[in-house]
């Protein structure tokens, strides 16, 4: 019993584009001042609303209603267009496969809505692969812990047996509150720095990295069970 629960935006997708460009045009749309990509960065994680408020405190709570509809709607609006891509990081696809042949259940902690979700495992053919997804219309948002633990209630394993796996301090500290092993990506959306201070039990530079640690922590599963 061995648990893999995986973040999606700047650990699996590379979406950092996209999510910047849609909280630019956002917030042209309600005319208010477009946010840096640094602003835009620091709150990916957490769900839309919160995110957003997070990230302009200064907005009433109206107006941050109006930027969370208008972000959406673009986002839907650049996944409609032809050449509109979102890729996978190198290795990150291979990784799911060979986890999946290897037996291990496969979960999902997301800030994206279930639509979201959705829309992301119908396009990269990921119903198969994931036994349970869990995202911000679940409940609380990250860094509360609920996510992670409806993943481990859902399939019948404990904090000892599960890693979360993100690029976001957010992620980081959601793992620490649920008990579970914290791994962090340094390609995503937050620094290796701010991953440590989170309290990441480790930080990878790769996917060939995170193989290793998934192996290791599979073989301590093994002796502890033994």
């Not at 302009?56 to 709607?73: G, W």
């Not at 890729?87 to 997301?110: H, S, V």
């Not at 959705?118 to 990250?142: M, N, Q």
């Not at 092993?181 to 480790?202: I, K, M, Q």
Request: proline letters at 4%; hydrophobic letters at 40%.
């Amino acid at each position: 019993m061995r648990l893999a629960v995986f973040d999606v935006d700047g650990t699996l997708i590379d979406s950092r584009a996209s999510i910047f460009r849609a909280a630019v045009e956002a917030a042209h749309r309600i005319n208010i001042e477009p946010p840096t990509y640094d602003q835009v960065r620091g709150i990916v994680g957490l769900s839309l609303f919160e995110a957003l408020e997070a990230m302009r405190p200064d907005l009433d709570p109206e107006t941050i209603a109006a930027y969370t509809r208008e972000f959406q709607n673009a986002f839907i609006t650049f996944h409609a267009e032809p050449d509109f891509s979102e890729d996978l990081y190198a290795g990150a696809q291979e990784t799911l496969l060979r986890l999946k042949n290897d037996n291990w259940l496969i979960g999902m902690a997301t800030g994206n809505s279930r639509r979201g979700v959705t829309r992301i495992l119908a396009h990269y053919g990921w119903e198969d692969i994931f036994d349970v997804t869990f995202c911000a219309d679940d409940g609380p948002s990250k860094p509360h812990p609920h996510m992670l633990e409806c993943n481990m209630k859902a399939l019948g394993v404990g904090a000892h047996q599960t890693l979360m796996i993100g690029d976001a301090t957010y992620d980081i500290r959601m793992a620490r509150s649920a008990g579970a092993y914290a791994v962090g990506v340094s390609w995503g959306f937050h620094t290796v720095s701010e991953l440590e201070a989170a309290g990441a039990h480790e930080i990878v530079d790769d996917y060939t990295a995170l193989n290793r640690t998934l192996d290791q922590f599979s073989s301590e599963v093994l002796k502890a069970s033994l």
